[in-house]
């Protein structure tokens, strides 16, 4: 009996935990660069990147050969047992990349979860603080304090019961939905004068430009009047570029846009081109805050992650990937502004770089039932894309930045189709 992605999925039905979710019925047989070919040999453009992982693309010739390179050699000792040079490196980069002029440390992990609650404990443990205030509509992972921080219910943490206390939620910016900066900072304002003093915050942790919250950009103004607030109250800045990171603003990371830099970078998903590899880079005192032992994990920082990363990194160099972020990202704008011209319920077309999302509004309101059919519609002709936004009205694009131009406009050509499909101009 042939193996086809119904098979699959009712194997997947009787053998997964249900909440584990999957976007498409769909099960990949191989993928290259921007296309995946599935188990019925059915071939797609994919415009999701496993959520924001594959800026380099699927299986870059260089980071395939760096992995097969390290795996001649050993997979892993543990960097807490036995040391390797590789991590070194990679924590030497990433000191350097992520901005700020002051010394720096980096630790390495898995996920980005793992970052946020890592880059937690640094900023408890350097300010002898426990209480940290969050944004709406902010995704910070599905491990529980990161689910503390994250600003959507429903599914991260429904059915779950309350999370971890000393968490504060702040509005953030977002001037489609008539949350201006000063009612952004206004809302924190709040939070010290009703919930807890700004002696008692440990960090104020955001992403430059939320992810699953919508796409939404933060302004480097905004940003600008974090870093003083934090300043002037001794407060740790968290920059949570888990998706913004490696390239995708085009900046290797969105707050070299912003004009000020964090106190602590959270990073994972594209930094090690599809293979599993997180970490945190800070200022120096407060990294070590936190004594031998107090940070790490038995994979933490693998030895094939790691040959990944360094191999992503130069493949950024070599091929200039920063600039053609910011081209590709020129691209998809102009493309999804023109289809503005014929459907009105494209509200708003938003984001950063190659980071590029289009919000679907009906009468004034969210239109999630939309997007679920434009995904639906653009995967039966062959494009993979995604949806995100508190109310799962937004559509956005992740596709890999060495997509040539040609497969991206094809894309694009029947994203067209699809919007002509289901909305009806």
Not at 83 to 110: D, H, I, M, R, T
Not at 155 to 168: E, R
């Amino acid at each position: 009996m042939a193996t086809t992605n119904d098979s699959l999925m009712a194997r997947r039905q009787a053998a997964v935990a249900g909440g584990v979710g999957q976007i498409h019925p769909i099960f990949t047989a191989r993928a290259e660069n921007t296309t995946v070919w599935d188990v019925e040999g059915r071939e797609y453009i994919d415009f999701a990147g496993g959520i924001a992982v594959l800026n380099t693309g699927h299986l870059h010739p260089k980071v395939k050969a760096a992995v097969a390179a390290q795996l001649d050699n050993f997979s892993h000792t543990c960097f807490m047992v036995l040391g390797y040079e590789s991590y070194v490196q990679v924590c030497e980069k990433l000191n350097q990349l992520v901005p700020g002029e002051f010394a720096k440390k980096s630790a390495l992990f898995n996920s980005g979860s793992e970052a946020v609650e890592n880059a937690i404990k640094v900023a408890r443990a350097y300010t002898k603080r426990a209480g940290v205030i969050a944004f709406t509509s902010g995704y910070h992972g599905r491990t529980m304090a990161a689910l503390a921080l994250t600003g959507k219910v429903a599914p991260y943490s429904k059915g779950m019961g309350l999370m971890q206390a000393n968490v504060f939620r702040a509005q953030y910016p977002c001037a489609l939905h008539g949350v201006s900066d000063d009612d952004a900072m206004a809302s924190i304002e709040r939070i010290f004068k009703n919930d807890a003093e700004p002696s008692d915050i440990a960090a104020i942790i955001l992403e430059p430009v939320q992810g699953e919250g919508g796409f939404y950009v933060a302004s480097p103004g905004f940003m600008q009047r974090l870093r003083a607030l934090c300043d002037r109250e001794g407060i740790m800045l968290i920059a949570d570029e888990v998706q913004t990171g490696a390239g995708r603003t085009g900046t290797f990371f969105a707050m070299e846009q912003m004009g000020v830099a964090a106190d602590i970078t959270c990073f994972a998903k594209s930094i090690a081109g599809g293979f599993p590899l997180s970490g945190i880079t800070g200022r120096a005192r407060v990294m070590d805050a936190i004594g031998p032992g107090g940070l790490g994990g038995t994979y933490g920082g693998s030895p094939l992650a790691c040959a990944a990363a360094l191999a992503v990194i130069e493949v950024f160099e070599e091929e200039q990937l920063l600039a053609r972020a910011r081209a590709l990202g020129l691209r998809l704008k102009t493309a999804l502004a023109k289809l503005q011209d014929s459907f009105p319920q494209l509200a708003e077309v938003r984001g950063l770089g190659a980071m590029v999302a289009v919000e679907l509004i009906q009468d004034g309101k969210p239109a999630p039932q939309y997007c679920a059919e434009i995904l639906a519609e653009a995967r039966a002709r062959g494009l993979i894309l995604l949806s995100c936004g508190t109310y799962g009205n937004v559509l956005r694009i992740l596709v890999p930045l060495t997509a040539p131009d040609e497969q991206v406009d094809r894309g694009l050509a029947i994203l067209g189709d699809c919007l002509g499909a289901v909305l009806k101009p």
